[in-house]
């Protein structure tokens, strides 16, 4: 049979339990939160996207039951905006911090050396996932680091996906680093970690960082001011 292009609740009917089975959903990335709301999170090209996947998820909860589906977010701010949804609202809500790894007790200047990153300057470390999503806000940490006066010698670092190093600055890739203790002995050798995101829920990394005693510079936007204070990040 031909797959369908559109969710619609008559179609997703069946996919759902027998009234007494309970079903968890976890609340994560921050486009979920369009069709929570009905409203762009922040690009206008949202739009679209975010009426129509408000649309279609009523349609396929609809026959569920109010005590059929709890909520769970890492973040008030994202548990907040559910609960006050047109289509989520009436389930029950939870909130759950997210867990970090163990983080190592490293010397930062031993560090670098070993992980063969630049002992001179500044290491300022980002996650380099998408360099091109807009709301991760890349364009907005190379201008600032551009507007640094040369001798401040700064290093930054990008763990993810491997990108062409940005005109004029002093990037290095290592790549994508699946061990959770070698992502501790990153974290830990950077000076700084830098989330300059516009839009976001609670990024683990957040955590993470703090967790192995790197200051934390993000701006103030979704579930973020909730992972620290003032004297661990700004």
């Given at each position: 049979?031909?797959?369908?292009?559109?969710?619609?609740?008559?179609?997703?009917?069946?996919?759902?339990?027998?009234?007494?089975?309970?079903?968890?959903?976890?609340?994560?990335?921050?486009?979920?939160?369009?069709?929570?709301?009905?409203?762009?999170?922040?690009?206008?090209?949202?739009?679209?996207?975010?009426?129509?996947?408000?649309?279609?998820?009523?349609?396929?909860?609809?026959?569920?039951?109010?005590?059929?589906?709890?909520?769970?977010?890492?973040?008030?701010?994202?548990?907040?905006?559910?609960?006050?949804?047109?289509?989520?609202?009436?389930?029950?809500?939870?909130?759950?911090?997210?867990?970090?790894?163990v983080a190592p007790e490293l010397p930062?200047?031993?560090?670098?050396?070993?992980?063969?990153?630049?002992?001179?300057?500044?290491?300022?470390?980002?996650?380099?996932?998408?360099?091109?999503?807009?709301?991760?806000?890349?364009?907005?940490?190379?201008?600032?680091?551009?507007?640094?006066?040369?001798?401040?010698?700064?290093?930054?670092?990008?763990?993810?996906?491997?990108?062409?190093?940005?005109?004029?600055?002093?990037?290095?890739?290592?790549?994508?680093?699946?061990?959770?203790?070698?992502?501790?002995?990153?974290?830990?050798?950077?000076?700084?970690?830098?989330?300059?995101?516009?839009?976001e829920n609670a990024p683990l990394v957040?955590?993470?960082?703090?967790?192995?005693?790197?200051?934390?510079?993000?701006?103030?936007?979704?579930?973020?001011?909730?992972?620290?204070?003032?004297?661990?990040?700004?």
């Amino acid at each position: 049979s031909a797959r369908p292009t559109r969710h619609t609740g008559r179609h997703h009917r069946s996919v759902w339990p027998a009234r007494g089975l309970l079903l968890v959903v976890l609340l994560v990335a921050v486009t979920g939160v369009a069709g929570i709301l009905g409203t762009p999170v922040a690009a206008r090209s949202d739009a679209e996207y975010a009426a129509q996947a408000m649309v279609a998820k009523a349609e396929i909860l609809a026959p569920l039951s109010d005590d059929q589906l709890v909520i769970v977010a890492p973040s008030r701010w994202l548990l907040g905006l559910s609960k006050r949804s047109r289509v989520l609202g009436r389930f029950q809500h939870v909130h759950i911090d997210n867990p970090s790894l163990v983080a190592p007790e490293l010397p930062r200047a031993g560090c670098k050396a070993e992980l063969g990153l630049p002992v001179d300057g500044k290491l300022v470390l980002f996650i380099s996932d998408n360099l091109r999503n807009p709301r991760k806000g890349f364009d907005l940490l190379f201008a600032a680091v551009r507007r640094l006066a040369v001798d401040a010698k700064v290093n930054l670092v990008g763990l993810g996906q491997r990108s062409d190093v940005p005109e004029g600055l002093r990037v290095s890739f290592p790549g994508t680093i699946s061990d959770e203790g070698m992502l501790a002995r990153y974290l830990s050798c950077a000076d700084a970690l830098v989330l300059p995101s516009v839009a976001e829920n609670a990024p683990l990394v957040i955590i993470e960082a703090l967790t192995c005693g790197t200051p934390v510079v993000a701006f103030d936007v979704g579930g973020i001011p909730e992972l620290f204070t003032a004297e661990s990040g700004v």
